[in-house]
Nanobody
Framework: QVQLVESGGGLVQPGGSLRLSCTAS????????MGWYRQAAGKERELVAT???????NYADSVKGRFSISRDNAKNTVYLQMNSLKPEDTAIYYC???????????WGKGTLVTVSS
């Protein structure tokens, strides 16, 4: 099992920045990649960014150039630096860990990001 705990959400004005953190614990050897997804009210959950064990990254087109995903292996933590935030970035942001072993996907409980003036 893998446990994920997110932090760093909150209220920010348009154009502002936030950094989300996700700390993993448990059977970390199972994890092949980690990432962030988001779900806005009335919409489906969508991918924001992912990072693999080899530090390959992938971003949704809507956040390219504004968001950056990174990891600190010593702290078992993945970060999402969000800059130039827009109202349409408002959503609950979920941390995800994916394991090729059994194609298992683990989720955190989410952290709310609200971009509003």
């Amino acid at each position: 099992q893998v446990q994920l705990v997110e932090s760093g959400g909150g209220l920010v004005q348009p154009g502002g920045s936030l950094r989300l953190s996700c700390t993993a614990s448990g059977s970390l050897f199972r994890i092949n990649s980690m990432g962030w997804y988001r779900q806005a009210a009335g919409k489906e959950r969508e991918l924001v960014a992912t990072i693999t064990r080899g530090d390959s990254t992938n971003y949704a087109d809507s956040v390219k150039g504004r968001f950056s995903i990174s990891r600190d292996n010593a702290k078992n933590t993945v970060y999402l630096q969000m800059n130039s935030l827009k109202p349409e970035d408002t959503a609950i942001y979920y941390c995800n860990a994916y394991s090729l072993i059994g194609a298992m996907s683990y989720w955190g409980k989410g952290t709310l990001v609200t971009v509003s003036s």
